[in-house]
């Protein structure tokens, strides 16, 4: 079964507006989570991510929240913006003494309207 | 200038054909990956690989071996290529100190189509 999952295929913003997009996880050994932001025909790419001693991290616009007890992260865009129409792709993988691999979702597709 | 470059951009093949991905990259990084992205699957890991010789399964590896010779080098290989293996591939690397999970520098794809 898909051990990360993302419940929006797609979501629709107008510009300036708050949007959050959501990640669900299977594995209790998660300890790493990040999301990424990918262009149509451009690979993905880093956006934001946080280790599981931390329940939320903060940069500029884009915030991670994360909510260990019920397998949940979440991806919070303030003040959209016409550019930050992507894919997002949250990913999880294990931090310490684990395995390098990182599990991706299956992508939102994020579009913001001017 | 850290990079990951993958060859070719675009492939077209033949079912019944060889297909070999090439990635290399030039940050000396430990691990390198290959997933491939399909519509509504997200990114699919194949293979890993922690350093020279040294590859492990992914979660997709049926149908794919690879090779890593050098470190800066990673290769993906279909034997016999099948229809259902067309798809974008992407090639990714990772500083990876410890085997812990850390960020991944993509490549810009290899979109393969087999016919």
């Known amino acids: 079964g898909q051990q990360v999952k993302q419940s929006s295929p797609s979501l629709t913003v107008q510009e300036g507006g708050i949007l959050i997009l959501n990640c669900d996880y299977e594995?209790?050994?998660?300890?790493?989570f990040a999301w990424y932001k990918k262009y149509p025909d451009n690979s993905p790419t880093l956006l934001i991510s946080?280790?599981?001693?931390?329940d939320k991290r903060e940069d500029g616009r884009f915030t991670v929240f994360l909510n260990k007890s019920g397998k949940h992260f979440s991806l919070h865009i303030t003040a959209s913006q016409p550019e930050d129409t992507a894919v997002y792709l949250c990913?999880?993988?294990?931090?310490?003494?684990?395995?390098?691999?990182?599990?991706f979702g299956e992508g939102t597709k994020l579009t913001v309207s001017s | 200038d850290m990079k990951v470059t993958q060859m070719p951009r675009y492939l077209i093949k033949r079912m019944g054909e060889n297909v070999l991905l090439e990635c290399g990259q030039d940050?000396?990084?430990?691990?390198m990956y290959w997933y491939r992205q399909d519509p509504g699957l997200g990114l699919q890991l194949i293979y890993i690989?922690?350093?020279?010789?040294?590859?492990s399964e992914g979660d997709i590896p049926k149908g794919y071996r690879v090779s890593r010779k050098k470190r800066e080098h990673f290769s993906l290989i279909l034997d016999s290529a099948k229809t259902n293996q067309t798809s974008v591939y992407f090639c990714?690397?990772?500083?990876?100190?410890?085997?812990?999970?850390?960020?991944?520098?993509f490549g810009s794809g290899t979109r393969l189509t087999v016919l």
């Open positions: 990714a690397s990772s500083l990876s100190s410890g085997r812990s999970a850390e960020t991944l520098y």
């Open positions: 946080v280790r599981s001693n931390v």
């Open positions: 990913a999880a993988g294990e931090n310490q003494g684990g395995s390098a691999k990182l599990i």
């Open positions: 690989s922690y350093d020279v010789d040294s590859n």
């Open positions: 594995n209790d050994m998660f300890d790493y």
């Open positions: 940050m000396s990084h430990e691990t």
